[in-house]
């Protein structure tokens, strides 16, 4: 019901559609595929097995579009900002990932995304062009109306299956952000991404062409309901998928699940060879060997035995075999079982397999707070048989936090160091919503919240078990309270605190005046010092965890891999500097204060010492 008449040309479409679904394309007609069911010669151009769809060449231009942003500190969000390697950013993925390039390139061993499933009632930022000015961009995506007036549908918006390109725009979202990721991934990384029915047959071509369908893992598939699905009017839909890749399977080798601590306590007995326990070698079942085994006393028994002869005489020799008399004067022949590595990553799950998400929420005390998110164990799951004690996971669709909340988990069951990057965007709650009406103003401020909450919980699980310790007879004074790191440092994405020259869009002599002003002082109006240590920091490729060090008008970076002069500069300073052996030294131009001498003696002392030195 759209208040508009049926024409002839609507009856002709919907009975074409009905005749001839295969000529239609997001609503549209394929003439090359028409003339093709019809029986025409036609050769279609460039013929190949390819994902195609409207908006892919903008797509690639966009993804390759340098950005002009920075990630800046936000230390009163933040939990133990200097002592954490966990990150938490706040912001709109696509430019965080590209701000991410240069300092995590090939660092990141695991990813893990939920993106939007484009169910019909998603809403998400696309498409996505950051070249333009922010009033063209705003216009464009609806922010403001021709007139320059705010809209109501702002930057997020829903994609609804009415739409004339509805599955082109999910796939422009998706596209762009799947090829950064690939390139933070190390060689031996994943990526798992959550999907339902809705795009999982163009995610897996999607990430075919972007990883390579030879790197193509597994699909997972998750039971969600039990038998109460609605989202079709013909079958309940009880279930969706994790999508899994490799970035190159051939640097990924053998993957196992470590097996529980519980499980691990059957193998009780551990030699220089790893943990056993003592197993007997008979079995009734058909898959044996039968010969004869010469005993202690030299009885000969006979029997069906788990080993061939050559592997029982070959543990015999190494002491893998042993020989027990029983009560009744017979013999039990035993062999050390070895505890296997793990076992293999499953990919199918049950709904009552684990606890639902929900609770891993309420369990913090944040009952009904996000809609649907990612059960913990899952992700933990998944992780454990990938990440190794210190790895590093990225998250660029966060939502409520899940993957924060299962690495820190995780790491608190195994004793790991395992790292995390969560990414999301500051999407308004709805005002409805029972998290707007608890205080959190946007989905960012629930997944921070969360993680808060978790390292609190943890910690004092944490210090409830070393108590326990302490009250044990035989505690080991000497051992070391359970240590674990439950902070994250929190950036959020902001605009650069050095002016950006625009060689373009410059309509008057004004403007160009105002752009050959940047050479004389290229640092933003409202720039704060600490904002550009982490901005040059990953414009040199550093990461975000590096040490920062701050002395009285320099910054050390990681020792002296770097060293930054920013706020003053005197002969003293330049000294100071020098003492420490810097690899490189930027410095801010207008703090020499048209002091060219100092200047230009700091170029050749720097020079002379080895020291790479720049000017901003």
Known sequence: MNGESLTPHNVIITQLKQQL???FTEGKIDWEKLKVTLGENINFSNERYVLNWAGKSEAFRVMQEPSYQTLIPVEEDSVD??????????GENLEVLKVLQKSYFSKVKMIYIDPPYNTGNDSFIYPDRFSETKEEYQKRVGDKDDEGYMTSEGMFRRNSRENGQYHSNWLNMMMPRLYLAKNLLREDGVIFVSIDDNEVHNLRLLMNEIFGEENFLVTITRRTKSGGGSASHHFAIENDFLIGYSKNKDSLGKVFVPYEKEYAKRYAYEDESGRYFWDTMERSYTATTPYKIEAPDGQLLEGNWFRSEERFLEDKKTGD????????????VQFKQRMPLGKKIRSIFSENEFKSSQVDLDGLGMNNIFSFPKPVYLIQYIARGFLQESDLILDFFAGSGTTAHAVMQLNKEDGGNRRFICVQMPEPCEEKSEAYKAGYNTIADIAK????RTGKKIQKEIAEENRKNKEKLDFDKSNEDIKLDTGFKVFKLSVSNFKQWRQSRLHDSQELTDQLKLFIDPIAENAIIQDMVYELLLKSGKDLNSRVENNDGYYLIDGNELAFILEKVNEQIIMEVLSEYPKKVIAL?????????????TALQMKDAGVEFKTI
Do not use: A, H
């Open 21 to 23: 679904p295969e000529v």
């Open 589 to 601: 131009d207008r703090i020499f204060n048209g002091n060219d001498q100092l200047k230009t003696n």
């Open 321 to 332: 075999i042993r020989f027990v008399k029983k009560n009744d004067g017979s013999w039990s």
């Open 81 to 90: 900002f200097y002592g954490t390697e966990n990150i938490f950013i706040e």
């Open 449 to 452: 919240e969360r993680i808060r």
